[in-house]
């Protein structure tokens, strides 16, 4: 199975609910491979959310996904609930350690782009992890449902910010 990481912005509110944009089309990822819109037809939902892409480390599921102009965007959710890890996991999130999405997938049709890469045309996808450094430069989580969500990881970043500045 292939490891795509993708640059993002995570978010997750106080029940885990989380989203945002899984790989993002018209841009190559850091090998220079692309996903060529369509490539994503006939997903199976719900996918395993995993941490690094360890499958034995799930946190939570992608209940949605949607391939849309600018690229494949998930909704899911961290089982913070359920699973001391995932609540870990939103813990990170919410405090900036964790900024990223990779796509764990297979490969059923590519073809090589002058320069190195692949255009990838179809594939399929079986997990989407939250990860610390990711490889694509376009995927971000865009948002959660909660507002004071954002507003807690704005008051994280500040406090962390201050410390380092020896605040």
């Known amino acids: 199975m292939e490891h795509v990481f993708v640059e993002t912005k995570i978010l997750a509110d106080e029940a885990g609910a989380i989203s945002g944009l899984a790989w993002k089309f018209g841009a190559p990822d850091r090998v220079?491979?692309?996903?060529?819109?369509?490539?994503?037809?006939?997903?199976?939902?719900?996918?395993?959310?995993?941490?690094?892409?360890?499958?034995?480390d799930p946190v939570g599921v992608w209940e949605r996904a949607e391939e849309k102009a600018?690229?494949?965007?998930?909704?899911?959710?961290?089982?913070?609930?359920?699973?001391?890890?995932?609540?870990?996991?939103?813990?990170?999130?919410?405090?900036?350690?964790?900024?990223?999405?990779?796509?764990?997938?297979?490969?059923?049709?590519?073809?090589?782009r002058p320069g190195g890469g692949r255009s990838i045309k179809a594939l399929d996808l079986y997990e989407v992890s939250l990860v610390t450094l990711p490889m694509?430069?376009?995927?971000?989580?865009?948002?959660?449902?909660?507002?004071?969500?954002?507003?807690?990881?704005?008051?994280?970043?500040?406090?962390?910010?201050?410390?380092?500045r020896g605040a």
Request: avoid cysteine; aromatic fraction near 4%.
């Open 32 to 56: 220079g491979d692309m996903i060529e819109p369509g490539a994503f037809k006939g997903l199976k939902l719900p996918l395993p959310m995993l941490f690094g892409h360890n499958m034995n």
């Open 70 to 112: 600018d690229g494949l965007h998930v909704t899911g959710r961290l089982l913070v609930d359920d699973l001391p890890r995932a609540r870990e996991v939103r813990a990170l999130v919410k405090a900036g350690g964790v900024g990223g999405l990779s796509i764990g997938f297979v490969t059923k049709k590519a073809a090589v």
């Open 136 to 164: 694509h430069p376009g995927a971000r989580i865009t948002g959660a449902k909660s507002a004071a969500s954002a507003f807690a990881l704005a008051e994280t970043l500040r406090r962390a910010s201050a410390v380092i």
